[in-house]
């Protein structure tokens, strides 16, 4: 009888990347980001540290670090941010130590964070970073999630409007753009940038010694 079971995959160890969506508040980001997290079981979120009040039902330690402006200050100046910004009147910032162990493990890290922040990233790490802007598909779409969302105060929402054409302006600077007028097809296209910045052959640290064996064995 003829085996039809498919050869097994050799393992080719591979680098993780760092994985940027940005957007203005509002577009659906942070949606396609648990969307994500919740089917692929080899990215992980980075949780930033923010000087920000936490929303009703946000968790400490999951949605972000809450702390103090010198608390944030601390961290900043010792170096334990791997980028930080100042949003909103807020400072937000990426603990560096968690993404290091993962990118080193293989491990792949989403970011929720804005243009300042994929800046610095890529600056820092050019070759690790993937980044993707979210654009709402028309600023009444945009408006209306604001206000539905209900969480923050007219005024907050008035002034993310305006810093949503800020933000907006920096959509060159990444190197995908989705149009998320529709979330199953928003998720379906993060998902398969994804899969195919994985398969890049530069993150593939093991290819060369895999193909070395391989040319041996021929
Ligand atoms: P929010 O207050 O709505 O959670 O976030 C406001 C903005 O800050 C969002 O655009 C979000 O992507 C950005 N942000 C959140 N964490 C970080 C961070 O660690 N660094 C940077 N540069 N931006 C962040």
Do not use: C
Not at 2 to 24: C, E, F, N, V
Not at 30 to 43: G, Q, S, W
Not at 158 to 167: H, K, L, Q, T, Y
Not at 205 to 212: A, E, K, M, N
């Amino acid at each position: 009888m003829t085996d039809t079971k498919p050869a097994a995959r050799p393992a080719i160890a591979r680098r993780g990347l760092l994985y940027i969506l940005s957007s203005p508040s509002g577009a659906g980001k942070t949606t396609l980001a648990r969307r994500l997290l919740a089917e692929d079981p080899n990215i992980t979120m980075s949780v930033s540290v923010t000087t920000r009040k936490p929303r009703p039902g946000e968790i400490d330690g999951k949605d972000y670090v809450f702390v103090d402006h010198a608390s944030f200050e601390g961290m900043r100046d010792e170096g334990a941010l791997l980028e930080w910004a100042r949003v909103f009147d807020n400072y937000y910032g990426t603990p560096a130590a968690p993404v290091a162990a993962a990118i080193e493990a293989g491990k792949d890290v989403l970011f929720d964070i804005d243009w300042q922040g994929a800046q610095q990233l890529s600056e820092k790490m050019p070759g690790d970073v993937v980044r993707v802007f979210v654009m709402p598909p028309s600023g009444r779409v945009l408006e209306e999630r604001l206000r539905t969302r209900a969480q923050d105060p007219p005024d907050v929402v008035a002034r993310r409007m305006a810093e949503a054409a800020g933000e907006i302006s920096h959509w060159p600077e990444y190197d995908y753009v989705i149009v998320n007028a529709d979330v199953e097809e928003s998720v379906r296209s993060v998902s398969a940038i994804l899969a195919a910045e994985r398969l890049k052959r530069g993150r593939l640290l093991g290819l060369s010694s895999f193909v070395r064996d391989m040319q041996n064995s021929l």
